[in-house]
T-cell receptor, first 110, second 116 residues
Framework: KQEVTQIPAALSVPEGENLVLNCSFT??????LQWFRQDPGKGLTSLLL?????REQTSGRLNASLDKSSGRSTLYIAASQPGDSATYLC?????????FGPGTRLSVLP | DGGITQSPKYLFRKEGQNVTLSCEQN?????MYWYRQDPGQGLRLIYY?????DFQKGDIAEGYSVSREKKESFPLTVTSAQKNPTAFYLC??????WGGGNQPQHFGDGTRLSIL
C-alpha cells in the first residue's frame, strides 16, 4: 500500500532558526513529490515540486530534497519567520493518484 | 486573477438531505479533483475528472456524486448515504491529469461541511 508519513506532527521554534521537515513514502516509484503549505481554514498552496529525476529544488528560503531510493524527502526552511507558521504537507505523485501525508504543523514564535 | 473558487465556505447538512458543493476554475485546466480532509489525516481522493463528461471514483467515493458538464465546473454532491460527512472539502485542478508534465495541483480555499 502506498503511504506517506510526516515527522514531526508538530513543531514549535523561535524566530530565526533553521528547520527541517521530513516526509517518507513507502513506494519509491514516484513521478514527482510536491510540498504544500496550508494556512488554517484555507486550501493548499504549492511550494516546491521535485521531479523523480531531481535531487533538490530551491525557492527563496525553502529547499526540498528527494532521495527516491530511501523513500524520503526533506523540506529545509532557513531563517524561519512568524509568517512561516502553517501546516506543511507533502504529496507523492504515482501517476494515477496523489498520496498526501498528514502534515507537520509549524509554529514560529516571535 | 486565475484560480479556483469554492462555495460556500461553510455548509450545514440536515439528516437525509443532499447538499452540493460548488467548484469553479478559470485556469483552463483539463483535470479536476475533489478531496476530503479530516483532522490528523492526509487528503483523501473522492472523485476526479480528466476531461469534460468523464469522471472516475477515487478512494472514498461512496456517498458522493459528481458531474463535469463544463470544463470550468466540477460540483460535488454529498448524499444522505454518506453517514459521516463532517469534514473539510477541497477542490483542485491541474493542466493535465495527475500532474502530467510535472505541473502542480492548484487548490481552492475549501468548504467546511457540518451536520446539524
Amino acid at each position: 500500500k502506498q503511504e506517506v508519513t510526516q515527522i514531526p506532527a508538530a513543531l514549535s521554534v523561535p524566530e530565526g532558526e533553521n528547520l527541517v521537515l521530513n516526509c517518507s513514502f513507502t513506494d519509491s516509484a514516484i513521478y514527482n513529490l510536491q510540498w504544500f503549505r496550508q494556512d488554517p481554514g484555507k486550501g493548499l498552496t504549492s511550494l516546491l515540486l521535485i521531479q523523480s529525476s531531481q535531487r533538490e529544488q530551491t525557492s527563496g528560503r525553502l529547499n526540498a530534497s528527494l532521495d527516491k531510493s530511501s523513500g524520503r524527502s526533506t523540506l529545509y526552511i532557513a531563517a524561519s519567520q512568524p509568517g512561516d507558521s502553517a501546516t506543511y504537507l507533502c504529496a507523492a505523485n504515482y501517476g494515477q493518484n496523489f498520496v498526501f501525508g498528514p502534515g507537520t504543523r509549524l509554529s514560529v514564535l516571535p | 486573477d486565475g484560480g479556483i473558487t469554492q462555495s460556500p465556505k461553510y455548509l450545514f447538512r440536515k439528516e437525509g438531505q443532499n447538499v452540493t458543493l460548488s467548484c469553479e476554475q478559470n485556469l483552463n485546466h483539463d483535470a479536476m479533483y475533489w478531496y476530503r480532509q479530516d483532522p490528523g489525516q492526509g487528503l483523501r481522493l473522492i472523485y476526479y475528472s480528466q476531461i469534460v463528461n468523464d469522471f472516475q471514483k477515487g478512494d472514498i467515493a461512496e456517498g458522493y456524486s459528481v458531474s463535469r458538464e463544463k470544463k470550468e465546473s466540477f460540483p460535488l454532491t454529498v448524499t444522505s448515504a454518506q453517514k459521516n460527512p463532517t469534514a473539510f472539502y477541497l477542490c483542485a485542478s491541474s493542466p493535465h491529469p495527475w500532474g502530467g508534465g510535472n505541473q502542480p495541483q492548484h487548490f481552492g480555499d475549501g468548504t467546511r461541511l457540518s451536520i446539524l
